[in-house]
């Protein structure tokens, strides 16, 4: 179509971009960015679109300038400018908008949400989506067909006949296989006969494993047919690389996660029997893409792990057959790590031989081992902490600061007292090391000597090791040295020393004077300082009465200008406030100006600690019983709402409604164990026949409750939660 460029320019003009929205505020530099994208600079034209991307289609989220924006790229397709990318870009903005719900219905256009703007304003580009599913280029073709089956219910009616009408006669394998894929997404049970007749050996091999996912995504059964089907296709990467749906760009994968999802047991046992023969298939890149999705399995249910266990010590043994016989091909070895505990004694002895030998290899097998049996870990650990970075990372828990996952061992303290003596002063500080001695505790008091002589070296962070580990009679060695740090150094370190010595012999002296002097000079600032001398405070006590005037000077002043941090540090001074006076008259109106803020939704843990601070206030904080119950409508922070207004106001509380808004946060993954603890504290005795039985089922169900986390951990903490589920269940 002729494209008239002064009329396009001149229509873009006369929008107010500048008063609408996208990512990153104001839309004022889209026209900027059409403008390049009708161009003739081809250069100017890429960078335009990936700012369009990043603006109008951040990360699959639409604005208010996407669905202004659809006309004007739909106008530009249309007359053959770089028409298959352009036609990507609006699909994207459909599949990120939605449908109108049927309560929206009659809802006038400027109160739609800007998901249904989006989804609406692709809609009407329809005919343009549908006139180029025929176009010469295969390119456009295939943009054409993804854009048409993103458009959803909205776009059905009219995009199903004119892609039917394109299937039958198209004959590119990669284009038909996105007609099929639109067509699933669009009218899934018509779809189903062409589907299941092109899971066949006949059909190309894209289009084949198109059909495999269409009758996984339509929910169809699965056959002998679509398990014939996938391992004769595998590995399945290299026939979907060009596909448009980036969420089907992993097969194996996504089968393996839907119908897992499915939650029956014929779904889990195709998985199950799936990957078993995959796993154990002779092509390396066969075994890549079934370790990958193995992990998922586990990741996602409970008996996966068990019963994936032989396949994967098979692709381990085939990975050591190859030519150099010491690498890990597909990666299996490592995904012993995600079977956790369950992995059993077969799995422990595949890795604790492993990882008796050298080199990167042998430290993998170590860091699986840690997972499967950390107290087979340990002493292997010991022999070699030097040469186990990775080892050692996943022995203190991995990253983000979680808990040490190995258990003392007599051996493993003793290298770890050697590598804590050979650390150099203007070193990296000895994290991994101190994390776990903390963990271990007085288990780990032998360590007292290699701590204080690194003490000065790390004054910030070795404190609180010799505080957690406790030295039997305390010696007065450390007493002195912690006394001495609290004189010289920065305020930090100095604090540092305060609170480890008051934990140990309960000498607040040199606290309280370093904790004013902190709070005086952080008031009014971000507020981190401020929360962790409060927190110092408070655990001092009322002995603490003399530093309150700083602890009252250093409260924020209320209104919506106050940070996170800056209200996390007015709930740590309004608990330290109630604690050290025993009154909570100071402390109800500071938390009931957090938890009553007008918008906190990304507040979620400052959330949590402002009712975690209610609860300790006990009936005292009653005023708060509005506040506290108006967070009973987000899941997540359910169980502390539970458990704070248990705490305040017992006899107000509906226990049935509660147990069942905690037991639907569980069942979601949001909060679980939090969720179980406060069902425990409502008296699992209280709970109906009906809520009995749903928390008997979150610990016994087969997919997994805890579904993210740190990577390697989600496996193990929902091993816990499982146990912790039945210990409350088996306690009634």
């Known amino acids: 179509m002729n494209f008239d460029r002064a009329r396009f320019l001149a229509d873009l003009d006369a929008q107010p971009w500048a008063s609408r929205t996208h990512a990153y505020g104001s839309a004022e530099d889209v026209p900027d960015c059409l403008r390049a994208l009708a161009g003739d600079d081809d250069a100017a034209a890429e960078e335009a679109r990936n700012e369009l991307y990043g603006s109008i289609l951040h990360q699959g989220s639409v604005y208010e300038a996407s669905a202004e924006a659809v006309p004007f790229l739909a106008r530009i397709a249309a007359a053959g400018i770089r028409t298959a990318d352009v036609l990507l870009l609006i699909g994207g903005i459909a599949e990120g908008g939605a449908d109108p719900s049927p309560e929206g219905a009659g809802v006038p256009p400027e109160r739609e949400s800007d998901e249904v703007a989006c989804r609406r304003a692709v809609v009407a580009q329809l005919p343009l989506l549908l006139a180029s599913v025929g176009h010469e280029d295969r390119a456009v073709r295939q943009s054409a067909a993804w854009a048409a089956g993103v458009t959803g219910a909205a776009g059905a009616d009219a995009a199903v006949p004119v892609l039917r009408e394109r299937a039958a006669v198209e004959t590119d394998a990669l284009v038909r296989a996105e007609l099929l894929s639109a067509l699933a997404l669009l009218d899934p049970e018509g779809t189903a006969p062409a589907a299941t007749g092109a899971l066949g050996p006949d059909s190309p091999p894209e289009l084949r494993i198109a059909a495999v996912l269409a009758c996984v995504d339509i929910g169809l059964p699965w056959t002998r047919a679509h398990h014939d089907a996938v391992l004769a296709l595998l590995p399945l990467d290299r026939l979907v690389s060009d596909r448009l749906d980036l969420s089907r760009r992993e097969p194996l994968h996504h089968i393996t996660a839907t119908l897992l999802l499915r939650d029956t047991g014929a779904d889990r046992e195709a998985v199950f029997a799936l990957l078993d023969a995959a796993l154990r298939g002779d092509d390396p890149d066969t075994r890549t893409e079934a370790v990958w999705a193995a992990r998922e399995a586990c990741e996602l249910s409970r008996s996966a792990p068990a019963r994936l266990v032989p396949a994967l010590i098979s692709a381990v043994a085939a990975d050591e057959a190859t030519a150099d016989g010491a690498g890990d091909a597909s990666g299996a070895l490592s995904a012993f790590g995600k079977l956790g505990p369950c992995g059993g004694p077969a799995a422990a002895d595949v890795l604790a031989v492993r990882a008796s030998g050298d080199g990167d290899r042998a430290d993998r097998a170590l860091e699986a081992l840690v997972a499967v049996a950390p107290e087979r870990a340990a002493p292997l650990l010991a022999r070699d902490l030097e040469r186990r970075p990775r080892a050692l990372g996943a022995a203190c828990g991995g990253p983000a600061g979680s808990l040490p996952v190995v258990p003392y061992d007599p051996e493993l303290l003793a290298a770890v007292r050697k590598r804590l003596a050979a650390v150099e002063p203007d070193g990296r500080a000895p994290f991994q090391l101190a994390a776990l001695l903390t963990e271990w505790g007085t288990d780990a008091a032998d360590a007292v000597p290699e701590l204080l002589a690194a003490l000065p070296a790390f004054p910030g962070l070795l404190p609180g090791v010799l505080a957690a580990v406790r030295p039997p009679g305390l010696h007065p060695e450390v007493a002195d040295a912690l006394r001495a740090h609290t004189r010289t ?228 903490a929902d091993e816990r939660l499982r146990a912790r589920v039945r210990a409350v269940v088996g306690a009634d």
């Not at 002043?557 to 406030?577: H, K, N, S, V």
């Not at 007008?598 to 949590?608: F, H, P, S, V, Y």
């Not at 904080?621 to 987000?634: E, G, M, Q």
């Not at 169900?701 to 993210?708: I, K, Y």
């Open 489 to 716: 150094g920065p305020a930090d370190d100095r604090i540092a020393a305060a609170r480890a010595l008051h934990r140990l012999t309960g000498d607040h002296g040199p606290l309280l004077p370093l904790l004013a002097e902190r709070l005086t000079a952080c008031a009014g600032g971000s507020g981190d300082g401020i929360r962790e001398a409060a927190t110092a405070a408070a655990a001092v006590g009322p002995a603490a009465l003399p530093i309150v005037p700083a602890l009252r000077g250093a409260l924020n002043a209320p209104g919506p200008r106050r940070t996170f941090p800056q209200m996390d540090a007015d709930i740590a001074i309004a608990t330290a406030l109630h604690r050290i006076t025993g009154d909570a008259a100071e402390a109800v109106p500071v938390l009931a100006g957090i938890l009553g803020a007008d918008d906190l939704r990304w507040g979620r843990w400052t959330l949590i600690r402002a009712a975690r601070a209610a609860e300790g206030l006990g009936p005292a904080a009653r005023p708060l019983v509005p506040v506290l119950k108006a967070l009973l409508t987000d899941p997540e922070q359910v169980p502390v709402a539970v458990l704070a207004l248990h705490a305040v106001a017992r006899e107000e509380v509906d226990t049935g409604r509660l147990a069942g808004l905690l037991l639907d946060a569980a069942e979601a993954g949001a909060a679980p164990f939090e969720a179980v603890d406060a069902v425990e504290a409502l008296g699992v005795d209280t709970l109906s026949e009906e809520h009995r039985a749903r928390l008997t089922e979150l610990g016994e169900r087969d997919l997994r409750v805890v579904t993210s986390g740190v990577e390697g951990t989600v496996e193990a």
